[in-house]
Structures are given as structure tokens and as C-alpha cells.
């Protein structure tokens, strides 16, 4: 799953759902994948303001990648003056687009509890006595 | 009429196969008046809009909406993610999206941007207020029960399991009382998981009592963030059956605040 998609989720425990600890959900033996795609800079300019650069923060440094800037970057660092895709972009494209979970276990920061992450996709069903 | 995104790689033994339901979805998302609806609530450079399917099957209906995200939202900025209680609908919808967009890439088409399939109960594993457009094909039919899983039911082993499949097909179709009581909960789920533009649509057949059922949603309270009120209208139909035809699909969103 790419990590972007971690950026919508939460915990799905009912006890859970109010509480900020249950975002964003901590990756744990991760193992991680490249999965090339052409690069869309008006996604990376209007995604930016959706995402909790906080989260993606916190994301970046469990996961040992490259660590982002302290502030979301603003719309005009993502081109260079000739209009070319920066730096910053190309950057944030393999993160946010490139950058999968191939398996590993994604932890709510609340309960603690564990959901598994297989061939890259996620299972967030809980055991009826948890929901 | 778009061209439907190919499914021939779906094992229909466990996976529920697109059928009348899923098309009238595909039609409805592509009609003049939504693609103008979606367009007002979500203009072009407005942040990116998260469109999310709930109950995806063989991901046909989030395929299309991917792969002619410029034809249906007019911007290629979009994002979908699709969610089913089935394992192997996750991955199925996964093949159908990331194909169709291949396709549309090839056709030199402005598709969006498919993230994954998740496996989730509903909405439960969305943050809330996250999601912009929500899809939903409902199991809709009046069953007695609600279906339940086989003892030792195991949704990961591989291998065919004849009670597994049995279950997890109707889990793709049976509503129990009235048809209504997954989307009951899913109902219930609307006003934390939708956006403030957030629009839902949710497919219905005439046993359902769409009416009351829209009625119901026209009476929710007002919500607190931003304001407005619960607006839920008719916006396609198919099946010749006299009144409210066999299948709709209902739109749900959110006036403009009161000045
Ligand atoms: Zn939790």
C-alpha cells in the first residue's frame, strides 16, 4: 500500500476513532517497494494541502527515508524558474506515489493493536470482540 | 458510452461479477448532470479530491471513475481508493484500476491517480471528513439474515473452499431486513466520514423503500462544522416497473450554508 494512503486512515476501533493517537498508523517490520509511475505535478500541487505533512513527518523518519522539511513546501518550490519539476517535487512524487508497504504491520498509536499489510494490501477487519 | 474497464482477469467463484447494478453506477457517475454536480463541488485546483468506493467487488465501477477521472470530475488530480470485506476483492480491484488506468494512459486519456484496496468493514478505517466522493452498489436484496461465516472460516487460504466462496459471495448481495441493513450502517457513517463538499452515492433497489429511505437522510441534523443542510435526490434509475423503477442510485451531500 503506498504511504500516501496512510495519510487518509485511522485506526478502525470505535475506541479509537476520536483520539489523535490513533492517526497516523505506525508501519512496523516494514518491508518497502518501488513501484514506478509517470510524475503529475498538478497532483503533487493539489494534493499537498490535503496532507498532514505532521503525519508524513513522523511517516518518513519510522520508515528510516530521507527526512522532509519542517514545513509543507509551498506551491512555488515545486517548479523550477524554467518551469521544469523540481527537486522538491521529484521528491515528493517518490514518496507519496512510489513509496509502498509491500508487507509489514501498520500500529495504532491508542491501543496498540496490530493490522497486517500482505502483498500490499492492508487488512483493517477486526475480530468481533474489538470492534 | 465510456468504455467499461476490462474484468476478464476475476475469479467470479468468490468475487461478485459486474451485473446491472454496476453499469447503472458507471452510467450515473458519467451522466451530464453529475459530472456537472462533481465539477461544482470540487472545481478544477481545488485540493484533489478523494474519491472512495465502498464494497468494490471486482473494481469495476472505481476502474472507470479512475480511468475517466478527466472525463467525469474534469482534473486528472484525482485520488481513489477502494474498500471491500473480501480479500480477494481488495486485490481484484487493485488488478481492474491499475489496468484500466494503463489503458486509459494508452488511449492518451487524463486518468487519476489509484491508490490501493483495503480490506475494512465499511468506513471504519477512514479518517474522518476525508472523503470527498463516496461510491456505494450496497448489498441491497431483502434477505432473512444477514449471512455469517463458515466455521473455520479463513478468509486468507488459498485453494478453493466451496463453503468460503459461498459465504463471501453473499456477503456481496444479501441485505438482510429490507435490504437495508448494511446500508443502514453505512448511512449512519456519512456525516463523520464525508468532506464538507462530500457527495455519496448509494445504489437502491425499489424494496428498499428509497423514499423513506431519502426522507430519513432530509431529516438528519444540521451539522456542526460549516453548516448546511442533508439533501439525499433520485438521480438515475433503470428496470421498467411501474413508480421507482427496479434499481436508482440517490445522491447525498450538503446545501450551501444558510446565510
Ligand atoms: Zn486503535
Known sequence: MKLLTLNFLTCARKQCKSTAAAFPLHPKEAELEQVEIDVNPLFIKNMLPRLDWEAMKVLTQELGLPNLPAETPAAEELANEDGEPSQTLKDLHILLMETSIATGKLACGNCGHEYAVKEGIANFLLPSHMV | ?259
Not at chain 2, 23 to 37: G, K, N, R, V, W
Not at chain 2, 126 to 154: C, G, H, Q
Request: hydrophobic share 40%; proline share 7%; net charge negative.
Open chain 2, 1 to 259: 458510452m465510456l468504455p467499461t474497464p476490462s474484468t476478464s482477469h476475476v475469479n467470479y467463484d468468490h468475487i461478485y461479477e459486474p451485473s446491472e447494478d454496476s453499469y447503472l453506477l458507471l452510467d450515473t457517475l458519467a451522466s451530464p448532470t453529475e459530472t456537472a454536480f462533481l465539477r461544482s463541488q470540487s472545481p478544477a485546483d481545488s485540493p484533489s479530491p478523494l474519491v472512495l468506493e465502498v464494497g468494490t467487488g471486482s473494481g469495476v465501477v472505481l476502474a472507470f471513475a479512475t480511468a475517466h477521472a478527466g472525463l467525469i470530475f474534469g482534473r486528472s488530480d484525482i485520488l481513489t481508493l477502494g474498500i471491500d470485506v473480501n480479500p480477494f476483492a481488495c486485490d481484484a480491484t487493485r488488478q481492474t484500476a491499475l489496468l484500466a488506468v494503463k489503458e486509459a494512459w494508452g488511449a492518451q486519456q487524463a486518468s487519476g491517480v489509484f491508490l490501493d484496496g483495503v480490506c475494512s468493514d465499511l468506513t471504519a478505517v477512514m479518517k474522518p471528513r476525508s472523503v470527498d466522493v463516496l461510491i456505494f452498489n450496497p448489498p441491497y436484496v431483502p434477505t432473512a439474515n444477514l449471512p455469517s461465516p463458515p466455521e473455520k472460516y479463513d478468509a486468507d487460504a488459498s485453494g478453493s473452499s466451496f463453503d468460503r466462496d459461498l459465504y463471501l459471495s453473499s456477503l456481496a448481495t444479501d441485505g438482510g431486513v429490507e435490504g437495508m441493513e448494511i446500508t443502514h450502517r453505512l448511512l449512519a457513517q456519512l456525516p463523520s466520514v464525508l468532506s464538507r463538499r462530500g457527495i455519496a452515492y448509494i445504489l437502491l433497489c425499489a424494496g428498499n423503500k428509497p423514499e423513506q429511505v431519502m426522507g430519513s437522510i432530509r431529516n438528519w441534523p444540521t451539522p456542526h462544522d460549516g453548516g448546511g443542510v442533508w439533501l439525499a435526490e433520485k438521480v438515475s434509475s433503470s428496470g421498467k416497473k411501474a413508480g421507482w423503477e427496479k434499481l436508482g442510485v440517490i445522491r447525498i451531500w450538503r446545501s450551501e450554508a444558510q446565510g
